[in-house]
């Protein structure tokens, strides 16, 4: 179905994903491109509109709610009711979105047995400080405060209320980045569907599509390959549908890149099992939260787990290179 406004690409830097070349083209109908910082990625917006002035307002909405969003989820903000709940303990008359992305938190983490734990911030806090600091050994935390922080760690003491949300403990912290990126991702895809845009290929670091290349084809992304840099492993075709990568290659925090931000919620360590999971799913929230629970699970609970998701496929990359593919 072609319409006056029909065709939107947002790029942003996202390990595992790439949009191939000539994604973000309408043949005949002007580009008007936007470049600046998203989501702490450089990013880039890129809307074919025979109004220029209708591209402008499009782009500006997408920016509003990118932005509205980082004022909620960001670690990086004092400001954000994030930050305020991780500095307090409590808050009160939190934002609809926070204990929306927080109670479905706390659904994947039931469903994935744990796997996907958003209380694993003490864990980051304790790695980072230790790599950050000079000549910090490089085997790690000592297992002591390994344990310590791990002992913060349990979604189960998180209480979410439309009118609270609070800790259960002392010293506890929530991070949302294993699963924030796909919700913005389909908080602006729904927006511009409300605008009438009904070929919408989004990527704020997971990638959601609606409808299909202006050519009439499904969208097409590339698969980073995560053991040979700059190739791509594979591509996938998607319309209607959502991917998202997660990879510790992407932000190790030492230099031997054995030390990663992500944890196996169970141990208090760095995950070592995969070195890349990509899954494909019906939003970008769950492709996203869920491609963060199996890359810490065992390969043994992977199928188990997704199971419990109708709809969901996934490619796991092995240490050695091998593949895995579930339901692809």
């Given at each position: 179905?072609?319409?006056?406004?029909?065709f939107?690409g947002?790029a942003?830097?996202?390990?595992?994903?790439?949009?191939?070349p000539?994604?973000?083209?309408a043949?005949?109908?002007?580009?008007?491109?936007?470049?600046?910082?998203?989501?702490?990625?450089?990013?880039?917006i890129?809307?074919?509109?025979?109004?220029?002035?209708?591209a402008?307002?499009?782009?500006?909405?997408?920016?509003?709610?990118?932005?509205?969003?980082?004022?909620?989820?960001?670690?990086?903000?004092?400001?954000?009711?994030?930050?305020?709940?991780?500095?307090?303990?409590?808050?009160?008359?939190?934002?609809?979105?926070?204990?929306?992305?927080?109670?479905?938190?706390?659904?994947?983490?039931?469903?994935?047995?744990?796997?996907?734990?958003?209380?694993?911030?003490?864990?980051?806090?304790?790695y980072?400080?230790?790599?950050?600091?000079?000549?910090?050994d490089?085997?790690?935390?000592?297992s002591?405060?390994?344990?310590?922080?791990?002992?913060?760690?349990?979604h189960?003491?998180?209480?979410?209320?439309?009118?609270?949300?609070?800790?259960?403990?002392?010293?506890?912290?929530v991070?949302?980045?294993?699963?924030?990126?796909?919700?913005?991702?389909?908080?602006?895809?729904?927006?511009?569907?409300?605008?009438?845009?009904?070929?919408?290929?989004?990527?704020?670091?997971?990638?959601?599509?609606?409808?299909?290349?202006?050519?009439?084809?499904?969208?097409?992304?590339?698969?980073?390959?995560?053991?040979?840099?700059?190739?791509?492993?594979a591509?996938?075709?998607?319309?209607?549908?959502?991917?998202?990568?997660?990879?510790?290659?992407?932000?190790?925090?030492?230099?031997?890149?054995?030390?990663?931000?992500?944890?196996?919620?169970?141990?208090?360590?760095?995950?070592?099992?995969?070195?890349a999971?990509?899954?494909?799913?019906?939003?970008?929230?769950?492709?996203?939260?869920?491609?963060t629970?199996?890359?810490?699970?065992?390969?043994?609970?992977?199928?188990?787990?997704?199971?419990?998701?109708?709809?969901?496929?996934?490619?796991?990359?092995?240490?050695?290179?091998?593949?895995?593919?579930?339901?692809?």
């Amino acid at each position: 179905m072609t319409t006056r406004r029909r065709f939107l690409g947002i790029a942003a830097a996202a390990a595992g994903l790439a949009l191939l070349p000539g994604g973000l083209r309408a043949a005949g109908v002007p580009v008007r491109t936007w470049r600046g910082v998203a989501l702490g990625a450089d990013s880039l917006i890129q809307l074919a509109h025979p109004d220029p002035a209708q591209a402008d307002r499009l782009i500006a909405l997408c920016l509003e709610e990118v932005a509205r969003l980082e004022r909620v989820f960001s670690l990086y903000r004092a400001d954000s009711a994030l930050a305020r709940l991780n500095r307090d303990g409590a808050l009160d008359a939190p934002p609809a979105d926070l204990v929306r992305l927080l109670s479905d938190s706390a659904a994947f983490s039931r469903r994935t047995d744990g796997a996907f734990d958003p209380t694993v911030q003490p864990l980051w806090q304790l790695y980072a400080g230790h790599f950050a600091r000079p000549g910090a050994d490089p085997g790690g935390p000592p297992s002591s405060a390994v344990r310590a922080a791990r002992e913060l760690v349990d979604h189960r003491k998180l209480r979410v209320e439309p009118d609270r949300i609070a800790f259960a403990g002392r010293g506890m912290a929530v991070t949302l980045n294993g699963i924030a990126q796909g919700y913005v991702t389909d908080r602006v895809s729904e927006r511009l569907r409300a605008e009438g845009m009904t070929d919408v290929l989004v990527d704020l670091g997971e990638i959601r599509a609606l409808g299909h290349h202006p050519s009439g084809r499904p969208w097409t992304v590339g698969l980073a390959d995560p053991v040979a840099e700059g190739r791509n492993a594979a591509t996938l075709e998607i319309a209607e549908r959502a991917v998202a990568t997660s990879g510790g290659y992407g932000t190790p925090f030492d230099p031997a890149g054995r030390f990663t931000h992500l944890f196996d919620p169970a141990t208090g360590r760095c995950a070592q099992g995969w070195l890349a999971v990509t899954v494909l799913a019906p939003d970008a929230t769950t492709a996203d939260a869920l491609s963060t629970a199996l890359s810490v699970a065992p390969e043994a609970r992977t199928a188990g787990i997704l199971d419990r998701f109708p709809g969901v496929a996934a490619r796991l990359t092995r240490r050695d290179g091998s593949v895995l593919t579930l339901r692809v």
